[in-house]
Antibody, heavy 120, light 106 residues
Framework: EVQLVESGGGLVQPGRSLKLSCAAS????????MAWVRQAPKKGLEWVAT????????YYPDSVKGRFTISRDNAKSSLYLQMNSLKSEDTATYYC?????????????WGQGTLVTVSS | DIQMTQSPASLSASLGETVTIECRAS??????LAWYQQKPGKSPQLLIY???SLHTGVPSRFSGSGSGTQYSLKINSLQSEDVASYFC????????FGAGTKLELK
């Protein structure tokens, strides 16, 4: 059974940093692109980052480019999101999602999410 | 960037009714479209990918169609467990989600 379990969320002040983690199991982690998708309270979904199977290629929307860094450790079947210079508009539930063998693909599996609140 | 316009924003329907949700892309996305269902407090669940392919385990009352810039999700014979929010996603060019449709029972 595919499982994605996020952790690391919490309350953080504007301008500070936070690192999210996602532990994957039930599939060969190194074979899949992985992504982070967020959802602000009562709002829609927003793609945040995607990483290639080896970790050599990363993709971001303009809203987080230069502030967020996605990474992975295939030996540990783990995905990470380093978030720097956080803003109030980054407040959201962050989901880890499994992609496919290419960057442009649907997300078949999602974690339960971890809530990040940016506030002073 | 490709924009996704989803309609309607909310929808009220009766049990057994057929409902349709639409997404329009700002440019051709060549069937690179998925649909998700999200129940309150839960993570999104994949329903449809490649515009018209049913994900494993999804009931056959759900179907997707469309091409070019226009796509739709149809739910036949609405069930109580279908009350949820629905989102489209284009993945032809990076990723963009529609704003969502909240489906309620009449």
């Amino acid at each position: 059974e595919v499982q994605l379990v996020e952790s690391g969320g919490g309350l953080v002040q504007p301008g500070r940093s936070l690192k999210l983690s996602c532990a994957a199991s039930g599939f060969t982690f190194s074979n899949y692109y992985m992504a982070w998708v967020r959802q602000a309270p009562k709002k829609g979904l927003e793609w945040v980052a995607t990483i290639s199977t080896s970790g050599s290629r990363t993709y971001y929307p303009d809203s987080v480019k230069g502030r967020f860094t996605i990474s992975r450790d295939n030996a540990k079947s783990s995905l990470y999101l380093q978030m720097n210079s956080l803003k109030s508009e980054d407040t959201a539930t962050y989901y880890c999602a499994r992609g496919g063998a290419a960057p442009q693909i649907w997300f078949a599996y999602w974690g339960q999410g971890t809530l990040v609140t940016v506030s002073s | 960037d490709i924009q996704m316009t989803q309609s309607p924003a909310s929808l009220s329907a009766s049990l057994g009714e057929t409902v349709t949700i639409e997404c329009r892309a700002s440019e051709d996305i060549y069937n690179g479209l998925a649909w998700y269902q999200q129940k309150p407090g839960k993570s999104p669940q994949l329903l449809i990918y490649n515009a018209n392919s049913l994900h494993t385990g999804v009931p056959s009352r759900f179907s997707g169609s469309g091409s070019g810039t226009q796509y739709s999700l149809k739910i036949n014979s609405l069930q109580s467990e279908d009350v949820a929010s629905y989102f489209c996603q284009q993945y032809y060019d990076y990723n963009t989600f529609g704003a969502g449709t909240k489906l309620e029972l009449k």
